[in-house]
């Protein structure tokens, strides 16, 4: 069983920025693959950013390349998604995600661990 915690959310104008983390105990945190995914009213779970056990490969979704980064410290146990350049729509619930297996899936129901998710609500 991994536990995870996710915090950082909240509502920022704009063009601001956030940095959302994820905290993981239980099992050892660097045998899963990360996820970020999220959530708006109304949308099915899309996948935002992804990053492999060894921190040197990560994934994102065209919508948030160039403006968002995803990093793990395997010491803290925590993965973390900087977010810049936020727009309106990116407004929606965030959740971080841990998959045992190392491989890559942009579907949530390959996911086997999941935070309770952080809000965040970009302004126009």
């Known amino acids: 069983q991994v536990q995870l915690v996710a915090s950082g959310g909240g509502l920022v104008p704009a063009g601001g920025s956030l940095r959302l983390s994820c905290v993981g105990s239980?099992?050892?945190?660097?045998?899963?693959?990360m996820a970020w995914f999220r959530q708006a009213p109304g949308e099915e779970r899309e996948f935002v950013a992804g990053?492999?056990?060894?921190?040197?490969?990560?994934y994102y979704t065209d919508s948030v390349k160039g403006r968002f980064t995803i990093s793990r410290d395997t010491a803290k146990n925590t993965v973390y998604l900087q977010m810049n350049s936020l727009k309106p729509e990116d407004t929606a619930v965030y959740y971080c995600?841990?998959?045992?297996?190392?491989?890559?899936?942009?579907?949530?129901?390959?996911?086997?661990?999941w935070g309770q998710g952080t809000q965040v609500t970009v302004s126009s």
């Open positions: 995600a841990a998959r045992s297996d190392s491989t890559l899936e942009y579907y949530f129901s390959a996911y086997d661990y």
């Open positions: 239980g099992r050892t945190f660097s045998n899963y693959f």
């Open positions: 990053i492999a056990r060894s921190g040197t490969s990560t």
